[in-house]
């Protein structure tokens, strides 16, 4: 999988990028594209770091598809330090921001857990990247922009191609779309509503339930991430994983309903 910017080779009169997510959505735009032979010149992946690992091996999986196809890697595109960076490291440097942690006794670096209205992760991590790269694209070529929103979400369609809603085709047939092709997702999508970050705060609770029933793994590095925002932004927003639940508190929650007759672990 490429990781690197592509040299720029446009076909035809137009530059045809496609922004791809990994979800079923953008997978099944992707390989409808394919089947219906659509010029594809370049194919975007943002990643945060923070992906299932059978999102890897499913991008993996369709990268290799992708060039047996089409002859192209998707481009990854990655902020220079990551999401844990950006989370407890990055230093503020607005003089508006450093008075605000000053007053509120916050530390002078790090961003937090994501929040409804701070949410860096998909703008610093995501958005950022793909809208830049876009932009350039625009700036030099002709170039149509691919968003895999399905039919069932097309209110959130803006100004660049859907085909999936052009196909009038819903989130359910893009999943099916999905496993038609032989992309199952290594299973997420019979646990889960949602393929994205293991480590979203935004999910529900009952992901998190199934997060710690089946991948034990990141649920304990989710566990450690809440602790350590926690020691450092103290019980304000920026530590908070969610309004009303930390990590500790979620975990002796489902302990307690697995386990109702015993007292809580240690
Ligand atoms: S899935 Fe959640 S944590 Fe990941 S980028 Fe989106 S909002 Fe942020």
């Not at 196809?69 to 407890?88: A, C, D, N, Q, Y």
């Not at 008075?99 to 949410?119: A, E, K, S, T």
């Not at 790269?133 to 030099?140: A, F, I, P, Q, T």
């Not at 991948?215 to 908070?240: I, M």
């Amino acid at each position: 999988m490429k990781t690197s910017n592509q040299t720029l080779s446009p076909q035809a009169d137009y530059y045809h990028a496609v922004s791809l997510s990994g979800g079923k959505d953008s997978t099944a735009m992707l390989l409808l594209m394919i089947e219906r032979d659509m010029p594809i010149d370049l194919v975007l992946s943002a990643d945060t770091g923070m992906e299932f690992p059978e999102m890897y091996e499913h991008l993996a999986k369709l990268d290799e598809y992708l060039f047996k196809k089409r002859k192209l890697h998707i481009t990854t595109l990655r902020h220079p330090h990551g999401f844990e960076w950006v989370m407890f490291e990055e230093p503020k440097v607005k003089p508006s921001a450093i008075q605000r942690r000053l007053r509120d006794g916050v530390p002078l670096y790090g961003n937090g857990w994501p929040g409804i209205h701070v949410r860096w992760c998909t703008g610093q991590l995501k958005t950022h990247l793909l809208t830049k790269k876009v932009n350039e694209l625009k700036g030099s070529y002709q170039a149509l922009h691919y968003v895999g929103i399905a039919y069932d979400e097309r209110e959130r369609c803006k100004e660049e191609q859907y085909p999936l809603v052009e196909w009038k085709i819903t989130e359910a047939q893009a999943l099916n779309i999905c496993y038609a092709h032989g992309f199952d997702f290594g299973g997420l999508y019979e646990i889960y509503h949602r393929a994205s970050c293991w480590c979203c705060p935004f999910q529900r609770i009952d992901e998190l339930r199934k997060l710690r029933h089946h991948h034990p793994e990141l649920w304990e590095r989710l566990r450690a991430l809440d602790l350590r925002a926690r020691k450092q932004f103290g019980p304000g927003p920026l530590g908070q994983f969610k309004k009303s639940w930390s990590m500790e508190r979620l975990e002796e929650r489902f302990f307690k309903e697995e386990n109702p007759e015993l007292p809580l672990a240690g």
